[in-house]
C-alpha cells in the first residue's frame, strides 16, 4: 500500500518572513525614532525608553515590542491595510467604535452613576449661590442620535437611563435638552462622519436650544457656514485606521457678530477665537478656541448687558461662535485644566448667566466639573 503523500508548504516562507523581520528590525533601529503619529494622532514608543539592563532583566520586553510595533518602517500603510482587511472580512467595530454607513460612530462610554448623581448635586448646589441663571446642556452620543448609521445589530452600550437621569429638571437650572431638537434633524450633517463631536450645523442646533432657553432670539438662518477644510480625519479615523472618509469643516459667521477680543489663557490676545494655524495639522477641530485651555475670556462689542460664564468640554468649542452677537462677554472655563480656585472667574464680571455645556461622554464619566464646583462649594459654605 502506497503510503499518502503529506502536502508540504513552502520552505522558504518562514526563512523569508524571518529575514524580513529581521531587516525592518534593523532598520527600525538604524533610522531616527517618530516621535508622533499624525495618523493615529498619538504620541510613538522610542527605544530611550527601553533599557539594556531592562532586557536582561525581562522588564522592558514589552516596551521594546511596543516600539518596535510604532517604530516599525511603513507603519501607516500596515495601520490602514489593517482597517481594509477588517472591512473586508465584515468586522464592524474597532476599538469601540463602530464602521457604520459612511460614518465612523463611537460606542457611548459606560457610565458612572455615582458621579453622575454628586456632578448634578455640585451643579445644583453651585446655582443656588451664585445668583445666575443656570442652563444645563449635555450632548448625546451621535450613536445614540443617528441610529440609521449603525451597523445592522451593532451591540451599542444602551445609555438612554443614563442621560435621562443627566436631563433631569434640577430645582436651580433649566435643563436644555437636546437630544429631541438633533433628532429632528438626524439626516442632515450634525456629526462628523470620522470624529466624535458634532459638525458646525450640530453645533449651531445646539446653540439654537441653548439661546430660546435664555430667551434670546436666534435664527440659525443668519449665520452663513463657510468650509475652511475638506480634509479633516478626527479621533475615530486616527483609532480605526479608517480610509476613504473624510470630513468638511465649517465656520459660522453672522453680520451681527460684534467686534470681539479674546484673552487666552496664557495671557496672549488676538482678535478672533479661530486658530488657522491648526487647518495645517491633524486635529483641525481645534480652529474652534485652540488647543485646549483653561480658561478663555471673550470681551465683545455687544450692547446686549449680559454677560456669560460657559464651564465646558470641546463640544462647546463650535458652538461659542454662535453666541458672540448675545453676550458682553463669555468667560470659558474648562475644568479639566482648570486649577487655580474659581473665586477667580466668578470675581472677574458680574456674570449673568452661567452654563454648562459638555458631551454626554464627558459629564458621565470624568469628574473634574464635580471637583472644581465642590472645592467652590465648600468655601462658601465654610
Not at 207 to 212: G, P, R
Not at 323 to 328: C, K, V
Not at 334 to 344: A, I, K, M, W
Request: aromatic share 10%; charged share 25%.
Amino acid at each position: 500500500m502506497k503510503k499518502k503523500k503529506t502536502k508540504q508548504g513552502n520552505p522558504y516562507l518562514v526563512p523569508a518572513m524571518s529575514l524580513l523581520l529581521a531587516g525592518m528590525m534593523v532598520l527600525a533601529l538604524v533610522l531616527p525614532d517618530k516621535a508622533f503619529s499624525y495618523t493615529e494622532n498619538r504620541p510613538l514608543a522610542k527605544s530611550a525608553n527601553v533599557s539594556w539592563q531592562g532586557m536582561v532583566a525581562g522588564k522592558s520586553a514589552e516596551e521594546m515590542d511596543t516600539w518596535f510595533s510604532d517604530q516599525i518602517p511603513g507603519r501607516n500603510m500596515f495601520f490602514h491595510m489593517d482597517y481594509l482587511i477588517r472591512r473586508a472580512c465584515g468586522q464592524e467595530e474597532i476599538k469601540d467604535v463602530f464602521l457604520g454607513n459612511n460614518a465612523l460612530l463611537s460606542n457611548p462610554e459606560k457610565e458612572n452613576e455615582e458621579l453622575i448623581r454628586d456632578t448634578l448635586q455640585a451643579i445644583e448646589t453651585f446655582s443656588e449661590q451664585n445668583g445666575m441663571n443656570n442652563y444645563l446642556l449635555v450632548a448625546p452620543p451621535a450613536a445614540m442620535v443617528q441610529p440609521q448609521k449603525l451597523p445592522e445589530n451593532a451591540p451599542v452600550r444602551q445609555i438612554s437611563s443614563a442621560y435621562d437621569a443627566i436631563a433631569k429638571e434640577l430645582p436651580s437650572v433649566h435643563n436644555v435638552v437636546v437630544r429631541d431638537v438633533l433628532g429632528e434633524h438626524k439626516d442632515e450633517y450634525i456629526f462628523y462622519k470620522t470624529d466624535h463631536h458634532w459638525t458646525t450645523l450640530g453645533a449651531g442646533y445646539a446653540a439654537w436650544s441653548l439661546l430660546e432657553a435664555m430667551d434670546i432670539d436666534m435664527n440659525l438662518d443668519d449665520f452663513k457656514r463657510m468650509p475652511v477644510s475638506h480634509s479633516f480625519e478626527g479621533t475615530l479615523a486616527a483609532k480605526t485606521g479608517s480610509v476613504f472618509l473624510k470630513d468638511q469643516i465649517d465656520i459660522a459667521v453672522s453680520k451681527d457678530t460684534p467686534e470681539y477680543f479674546v484673552t487666552w489663557a496664557d495671557g496672549s490676545k488676538t482678535a478672533s477665537i479661530y486658530d488657522r494655524s491648526a487647518l495645517d495639522t491633524r486635529d483641525k477641530y481645534q480652529v474652534f478656541l485652540s488647543s485646549n485651555q483653561s480658561k478663555v475670556r471673550i470681551d465683545t462689542l455687544s450692547d446686549s448687558g449680559r454677560s456669560l460664564l460657559l464651564f465646558k468640554d470641546s463640544y462647546a468649542n463650535s458652538v461659542v461662535q454662535y453666541l458672540l452677537p448675545y453676550f458682553s462677554s463669555i468667560t470659558i472655563v474648562d475644568p479639566r485644566y482648570y486649577y487655580d480656585d474659581l473665586e477667580l472667574v466668578l470675581g472677574s464680571d458680574l456674570y449673568t448667566d452661567c452654563a454648562f455645556l459638555y458631551s454626554y461622554d464627558t459629564f458621565a464619566t470624568i469628574s473634574s466639573l464635580k471637583d472644581v464646583l465642590n472645592a467652590w462649594n465648600e468655601e462658601q459654605i465654610q
